[in-house]
């Protein structure tokens, strides 16, 4: 029984859980660091650091609606981790982008 509980992985801390969805945040990498964000919210939903996960989701999501509304820009396409096996590219799965909003530069 005790080589079993020595085998398994701890579970990960609060801070070591948002510390690690803040490193892809910063390094541009949203889909891990939405999945990271997602599953602190999840573990840890009254945590003191949950309004400043919400903050992040807001952010990524901001961030990537700025990029799709840019006219011509090809939609953002979440490949996955190294590690990821899954066959394919998933779409991040984010607003529609409307036309109507967008500037359009035909003088230029």
Do not use: W
Request: charged share 25%; proline share 8%.
């Amino acid at each position: 029984m005790l080589a079993m509980m020595a085998c398994s992985e701890p579970e990960a801390t609060e801070t070591e859980l948002f510390e690690a969805a803040e490193v892809h945040y910063r390094g541009g990498n949203y889909g891990e660091a939405l999945s990271g964000y997602e599953a602190f919210l999840k573990r840890y939903p009254a945590s003191p650091l949950a309004p400043t996960v919400e903050m992040r989701l807001r952010n990524i999501h901001r961030e990537v609606s700025s990029v799709m509304e840019r006219q011509g820009s090809p939609s953002p396409v979440y490949h996955g981790s190294r590690g990821d096996q899954s066959a394919g590219a998933e779409p991040l799965n984010l607003p529609e982008r409307s036309e109507t909003t967008s500037p359009t530069h035909a003088n230029e």
